[in-house]
Protein backbone atom coordinates (compact mmCIF):
# COMPACT_ATOMS: atom_id res chain seq x y z
CA UNK A 1 0.00 0.00 0.00
CA UNK A 2 1.17 3.29 -0.27
CA UNK A 3 1.04 6.75 1.83
CA UNK A 4 1.40 10.14 0.90
CA UNK A 5 3.16 12.68 3.26
CA UNK A 6 3.00 16.58 3.01
CA UNK A 7 6.13 18.90 4.38
CA UNK A 8 6.42 22.34 4.09
CA UNK A 9 10.07 23.72 4.47
CA UNK A 10 11.03 25.59 6.98
CA UNK A 11 13.57 28.52 6.93
CA UNK A 12 16.08 26.73 9.19
CA UNK A 13 16.06 23.69 6.75
CA UNK A 14 16.56 26.14 3.48
CA UNK A 15 19.48 25.74 1.29
CA UNK A 16 19.40 21.54 2.00
CA UNK A 17 19.35 19.18 -0.58
CA UNK A 18 16.22 17.56 -1.52
CA UNK A 19 17.29 14.05 -0.45
CA UNK A 20 19.10 15.19 2.57
CA UNK A 21 16.08 17.15 3.93
CA UNK A 22 13.55 13.83 2.90
CA UNK A 23 16.29 11.86 4.93
CA UNK A 24 15.95 14.52 8.14
CA UNK A 25 12.16 14.22 7.88
CA UNK A 26 11.97 10.56 7.37
CA UNK A 27 14.02 8.45 9.38
CA UNK A 28 12.75 5.35 9.10
CA UNK A 29 13.20 5.29 5.19
CA UNK A 30 16.61 4.79 3.81
CA UNK A 31 18.67 7.81 1.66
CA UNK A 32 18.92 4.95 -1.26
CA UNK A 33 14.88 4.33 -1.20
CA UNK A 34 14.23 8.04 -1.02
CA UNK A 35 16.69 8.67 -4.41
CA UNK A 36 14.49 6.14 -5.54
CA UNK A 37 11.57 7.80 -5.12
CA UNK A 38 12.83 10.93 -6.31
CA UNK A 39 13.77 9.58 -9.59
CA UNK A 40 11.07 7.50 -10.50
CA UNK A 41 8.75 11.14 -9.95
CA UNK A 42 7.14 10.10 -6.09
CA UNK A 43 8.08 13.43 -4.99
CA UNK A 44 6.99 16.91 -5.87
CA UNK A 45 8.29 19.75 -4.90
CA UNK A 46 5.04 22.67 -5.11
CA UNK A 47 3.52 20.22 -7.86
CA UNK A 48 6.04 19.89 -10.14
CA UNK A 49 9.37 16.89 -10.53
CA UNK A 50 12.31 17.78 -9.03
CA UNK A 51 15.98 16.40 -8.78
CA UNK A 52 17.87 15.47 -5.68
CA UNK A 53 20.12 17.84 -5.88
CA UNK A 54 17.73 20.69 -5.90
CA UNK A 55 17.54 23.03 -3.07
CA UNK A 56 14.70 23.21 -0.90
CA UNK A 57 13.39 26.85 -0.11
CA UNK A 58 11.29 28.21 3.23
CA UNK A 59 7.86 27.79 2.13
CA UNK A 60 8.09 25.00 -0.39
CA UNK A 61 5.97 22.74 -0.27
CA UNK A 62 6.80 19.05 -0.65
CA UNK A 63 4.99 15.69 -1.51
CA UNK A 64 6.09 12.16 -1.35
CA UNK A 65 4.33 9.33 -2.50
CA UNK A 66 5.57 6.34 0.01
CA UNK A 67 5.59 3.21 -2.14
CA UNK A 68 6.92 -0.65 -0.96
CA UNK A 69 10.04 -1.50 -2.99
CA UNK A 70 9.47 -3.79 -5.26
CA UNK A 71 10.73 -7.29 -4.58
CA UNK A 72 13.91 -8.08 -6.00
CA UNK A 73 14.49 -10.73 -8.89
CA UNK A 74 16.70 -12.30 -11.16
CA UNK A 75 15.92 -12.00 -14.72
CA UNK A 76 17.28 -13.06 -18.20
CA UNK A 77 18.36 -9.92 -20.18
CA UNK A 78 19.87 -9.74 -23.07
CA UNK A 79 23.29 -8.21 -22.51
CA UNK A 80 26.46 -8.78 -24.06
CA UNK A 81 29.04 -10.73 -22.65
CA UNK A 82 32.65 -11.34 -22.81
CA UNK A 83 33.55 -14.56 -22.18
CA UNK A 84 37.05 -15.01 -21.42
CA UNK A 85 36.79 -19.14 -20.60
CA UNK A 86 34.02 -21.34 -20.70
CA UNK A 87 33.49 -24.75 -20.14
CA UNK A 88 30.71 -26.91 -18.31
CA UNK A 89 31.82 -26.19 -14.48
CA UNK A 90 32.77 -22.87 -14.64
CA UNK A 91 33.64 -19.52 -16.72
CA UNK A 92 35.36 -16.20 -16.26
CA UNK A 93 33.81 -13.47 -17.50
CA UNK A 94 35.70 -9.57 -18.21
CA UNK A 95 32.61 -8.00 -16.48
CA UNK A 96 33.01 -3.78 -17.49
CA UNK A 97 32.54 -0.89 -15.85
CA UNK A 98 29.10 0.40 -14.95
CA UNK A 99 27.50 -3.17 -15.02
CA UNK A 100 26.51 -4.60 -10.85
CA UNK A 101 27.47 -8.36 -10.29
CA UNK A 102 23.68 -9.11 -8.83
CA UNK A 103 20.54 -7.22 -7.76
CA UNK A 104 20.41 -5.06 -4.57
CA UNK A 105 19.05 -1.99 -3.14
CA UNK A 106 15.87 -1.96 -5.59
CA UNK A 107 18.00 -2.09 -8.76
CA UNK A 108 16.91 -5.65 -10.22
CA UNK A 109 17.75 -4.77 -14.04
CA UNK A 110 20.84 -4.52 -16.12
CA UNK A 111 22.82 -6.86 -13.57
CA UNK A 112 25.66 -9.53 -14.70
CA UNK A 113 23.37 -12.04 -13.25
CA UNK A 114 20.57 -10.97 -15.61
CA UNK A 115 23.22 -11.47 -18.22
CA UNK A 116 24.42 -14.84 -17.12
CA UNK A 117 20.49 -16.24 -16.85
CA UNK A 118 20.04 -15.26 -20.35
CA UNK A 119 23.03 -16.65 -21.96
CA UNK A 120 23.44 -19.67 -19.51
CA UNK A 121 20.14 -20.40 -18.30
CA UNK A 122 21.25 -22.80 -15.18
CA UNK A 123 23.95 -21.69 -12.67
CA UNK A 124 24.91 -22.75 -9.24
CA UNK A 125 22.31 -21.98 -6.73
CA UNK A 126 24.63 -22.09 -3.83
CA UNK A 127 24.82 -18.20 -3.44
CA UNK A 128 20.83 -17.93 -3.24
CA UNK A 129 18.35 -16.81 -6.24
CA UNK A 130 19.29 -13.43 -6.67
CA UNK A 131 23.10 -14.74 -6.97
CA UNK A 132 22.97 -17.77 -9.30
CA UNK A 133 26.61 -18.59 -10.37
CA UNK A 134 28.48 -15.67 -8.18
CA UNK A 135 31.27 -16.43 -5.99
CA UNK A 136 33.17 -13.22 -5.56
CA UNK A 137 32.53 -9.93 -6.77
CA UNK A 138 33.56 -6.81 -8.77
CA UNK A 139 32.52 -3.12 -7.49
CA UNK A 140 30.22 -1.48 -10.23
CA UNK A 141 32.88 0.94 -11.48
CA UNK A 142 35.88 -2.08 -11.40
CA UNK A 143 36.32 -4.12 -14.61
CA UNK A 144 37.71 -7.20 -15.04
CA UNK A 145 38.20 -10.88 -14.94
CA UNK A 146 35.24 -12.25 -12.53
CA UNK A 147 34.88 -16.05 -12.12
CA UNK A 148 31.02 -17.69 -11.96
CA UNK A 149 30.04 -21.41 -11.08
CA UNK A 150 27.98 -23.14 -13.58
CA UNK A 151 26.99 -25.57 -10.84
CA UNK A 152 27.21 -26.14 -6.88
CA UNK A 153 29.90 -28.39 -6.68
CA UNK A 154 32.16 -25.98 -8.51
CA UNK A 155 30.66 -23.45 -6.60
CA UNK A 156 31.73 -24.52 -3.40
CA UNK A 157 35.34 -26.09 -4.45
CA UNK A 158 35.78 -22.41 -6.18
CA UNK A 159 34.06 -20.54 -3.20
CA UNK A 160 37.08 -22.67 -0.81
CA UNK A 161 39.82 -21.38 -2.73
CA UNK A 162 38.64 -18.01 -1.80
CA UNK A 163 38.33 -19.16 2.00
CA UNK A 164 41.71 -20.47 1.61
CA UNK A 165 42.99 -17.28 -0.28
CA UNK A 166 45.03 -19.63 -3.14
CA UNK A 167 42.90 -17.57 -5.60
CA UNK A 168 45.27 -15.16 -6.75
CA UNK A 169 43.89 -11.90 -8.09
CA UNK A 170 45.98 -8.94 -10.03
CA UNK A 171 44.70 -5.76 -10.26
CA UNK A 172 45.97 -2.92 -12.93
CA UNK A 173 45.13 0.55 -10.66
CA UNK A 174 46.45 4.41 -11.58
CA UNK A 175 46.58 6.64 -8.60
CA UNK A 176 47.34 10.44 -7.77
CA UNK A 177 50.62 10.95 -6.71
CA UNK A 178 53.89 9.06 -7.17
CA UNK A 179 54.73 6.28 -4.89
CA UNK A 180 58.10 6.76 -3.77
CA UNK A 181 58.72 3.04 -3.55
CA UNK A 182 58.67 0.50 -6.29
CA UNK A 183 57.06 -1.84 -4.04
CA UNK A 184 55.04 -2.16 -0.96
CA UNK A 185 52.35 -3.48 1.20
CA UNK A 186 49.69 -2.43 2.55
CA UNK A 187 47.79 -4.06 5.88
CA UNK A 188 45.52 -1.68 7.22
CA UNK A 189 42.01 -3.18 8.41
CA UNK A 190 39.07 -2.27 6.49
CA UNK A 191 35.45 -2.06 8.35
CA UNK A 192 32.48 0.32 7.52
CA UNK A 193 32.63 3.81 7.39
CA UNK A 194 30.02 4.87 10.57
CA UNK A 195 29.17 8.47 9.28
CA UNK A 196 29.51 7.49 5.76
CA UNK A 197 27.74 4.20 5.01
CA UNK A 198 28.69 3.90 1.26
CA UNK A 199 31.96 4.40 1.97
CA UNK A 200 34.72 1.98 4.03
CA UNK A 201 37.20 3.02 5.98
CA UNK A 202 40.51 1.87 7.68
CA UNK A 203 40.38 4.18 10.83
CA UNK A 204 37.96 1.52 12.53
CA UNK A 205 39.49 -0.56 15.30
CA UNK A 206 37.05 -3.18 15.02
CA UNK A 207 37.81 -3.00 10.85
CA UNK A 208 38.69 -6.77 9.01
CA UNK A 209 42.28 -8.10 8.66
CA UNK A 210 43.28 -6.36 4.78
CA UNK A 211 46.46 -7.09 2.62
CA UNK A 212 47.06 -5.38 -0.34
CA UNK A 213 50.30 -5.67 -2.16
CA UNK A 214 51.84 -3.30 -4.85
CA UNK A 215 54.23 -2.83 -7.42
CA UNK A 216 55.14 0.42 -10.00
CA UNK A 217 54.71 -0.03 -13.16
CA UNK A 218 55.21 3.50 -14.55
CA UNK A 219 55.43 6.96 -13.16
CA UNK A 220 53.95 9.86 -14.76
CA UNK A 221 54.51 13.04 -13.20
CA UNK A 222 51.87 13.57 -10.27
CA UNK A 223 50.04 9.52 -11.42
CA UNK A 224 51.59 5.82 -10.63
CA UNK A 225 50.45 2.95 -12.48
CA UNK A 226 50.41 0.08 -9.83
CA UNK A 227 50.08 -3.17 -10.43
CA UNK A 228 48.52 -4.98 -7.51
CA UNK A 229 47.71 -8.00 -6.02
CA UNK A 230 45.16 -8.33 -2.93
CA UNK A 231 45.12 -11.13 -0.29
CA UNK A 232 41.74 -10.78 1.12
CA UNK A 233 38.69 -9.57 -0.37
CA UNK A 234 37.63 -6.47 1.50
CA UNK A 235 34.76 -4.51 0.33
CA UNK A 236 36.57 -1.50 -1.49
CA UNK A 237 39.66 -2.64 -0.21
CA UNK A 238 42.25 -1.17 -3.10
CA UNK A 239 40.42 2.19 -3.75
CA UNK A 240 40.22 2.60 0.07
CA UNK A 241 43.66 1.09 0.87
CA UNK A 242 45.63 3.30 -1.69
CA UNK A 243 42.97 6.35 -0.82
CA UNK A 244 44.60 5.94 3.42
CA UNK A 245 47.98 6.16 1.87
CA UNK A 246 46.84 10.12 0.34
CA UNK A 247 46.77 8.01 -3.24
CA UNK A 248 43.23 7.33 -4.65
CA UNK A 249 42.31 5.63 -7.41
CA UNK A 250 42.55 8.23 -10.21
CA UNK A 251 37.90 8.43 -11.46
CA UNK A 252 37.21 7.37 -7.40
CA UNK A 253 35.39 10.30 -6.52
CA UNK A 254 34.02 8.97 -3.19
CA UNK A 255 37.68 8.29 -1.36
CA UNK A 256 38.63 11.59 -2.51
CA UNK A 257 40.20 11.69 -6.46
CA UNK A 258 39.10 14.93 -8.36
CA UNK A 259 36.24 14.75 -10.99
CA UNK A 260 38.89 15.94 -13.44
CA UNK A 261 42.81 15.32 -13.14
CA UNK A 262 45.42 18.24 -13.38
CA UNK A 263 47.84 18.49 -16.17
CA UNK A 264 50.16 21.21 -17.06
CA UNK A 265 48.03 25.06 -18.21
CA UNK A 266 48.66 24.42 -21.64
CA UNK A 267 47.95 21.09 -22.41
CA UNK A 268 44.30 19.21 -23.33
CA UNK A 269 43.30 16.95 -20.19
CA UNK A 270 41.82 14.02 -20.79
CA UNK A 271 37.95 14.08 -19.79
CA UNK A 272 36.56 12.78 -16.99
CA UNK A 273 37.32 9.35 -16.90
CA UNK A 274 33.45 8.30 -15.21
CA UNK A 275 34.88 5.66 -13.73
CA UNK A 276 37.79 4.20 -11.53
CA UNK A 277 40.59 3.77 -13.49
CA UNK A 278 40.63 0.04 -11.60
CA UNK A 279 40.68 -3.18 -13.61
CA UNK A 280 41.13 -6.43 -12.39
CA UNK A 281 43.87 -7.55 -14.91
CA UNK A 282 44.14 -11.07 -14.01
CA UNK A 283 42.90 -14.14 -11.78
CA UNK A 284 44.50 -17.84 -11.19
CA UNK A 285 42.86 -20.73 -9.53
CA UNK A 286 42.60 -24.53 -9.71
CA UNK A 287 39.85 -26.12 -11.62
CA UNK A 288 37.29 -27.30 -9.43
CA UNK A 289 36.72 -30.49 -11.27
CA UNK A 290 40.22 -30.93 -12.73
CA UNK A 291 42.74 -29.97 -10.32
CA UNK A 292 44.05 -28.08 -13.37
CA UNK A 293 45.71 -24.44 -12.40
CA UNK A 294 44.17 -22.02 -14.58
CA UNK A 295 45.42 -18.43 -15.00
CA UNK A 296 43.50 -15.83 -17.17
CA UNK A 297 44.11 -12.81 -18.21
CA UNK A 298 41.23 -9.61 -18.86
CA UNK A 299 42.33 -7.30 -21.91
CA UNK A 300 42.37 -3.61 -20.75
CA UNK A 301 38.76 -1.41 -21.77
CA UNK A 302 39.30 0.75 -24.59
CA UNK A 303 38.08 3.85 -22.19
CA UNK A 304 41.12 3.22 -19.75
CA UNK A 305 43.71 2.86 -22.47
CA UNK A 306 42.24 6.18 -24.15
CA UNK A 307 42.50 7.72 -20.97
CA UNK A 308 46.18 6.28 -20.50
CA UNK A 309 47.18 7.85 -23.86
CA UNK A 310 45.85 11.18 -23.41
CA UNK A 311 47.56 11.41 -20.13
CA UNK A 312 50.65 10.65 -21.47
CA UNK A 313 50.26 13.79 -24.48
CA UNK A 314 49.28 15.87 -21.25
CA UNK A 315 52.70 15.56 -19.88
CA UNK A 316 54.79 15.77 -23.18
CA UNK A 317 55.46 11.48 -22.67
CA UNK A 318 55.95 10.20 -26.64
CA UNK A 319 55.94 6.24 -25.01
CA UNK A 320 53.13 6.32 -22.79
CA UNK A 321 51.49 4.24 -20.23
CA UNK A 322 50.12 2.38 -22.44
CA UNK A 323 52.96 0.14 -22.90
CA UNK A 324 53.27 -0.39 -19.20
CA UNK A 325 49.37 -1.25 -19.16
CA UNK A 326 49.17 -3.83 -22.32
CA UNK A 327 51.44 -6.49 -20.73
CA UNK A 328 50.18 -5.99 -16.93
CA UNK A 329 47.81 -8.76 -17.21
CA UNK A 330 51.39 -11.19 -16.97
CA UNK A 331 53.17 -9.72 -14.86
CA UNK A 332 53.90 -10.88 -11.37
CA UNK A 333 54.11 -9.74 -7.42
Known sequence: MSEKRNFIVTSDAAGQRLDRFLASQLPDLSRSRIAELIDEGHVRVNGARAKRAHHVVAGEGIDITLLPRPALEAVPEEIPLDILYEDDDLLVVNKPAGMTVHAGAGASRGTLVNALLHRFQKLSAVGGPLRPGIVHRLDKDTSGALVVARNDAAHRHLAGQFQKRTVEKTYVALVHGRLKRDTGTID??????????????????????ARTDWKVLARLESFTLVLVRIHTGRTHQIRVHFSALGHPVVGDTLYGAPRQVRVPRNAAAPAPLGRNFLHAARISFEHPRTGKRITLAAPLPPELRQFARELSRAFGVKEDLLAAVVDAGQGTL
Open 188 to 209: LPVGRDPVRRTRMTTRRRAGRE
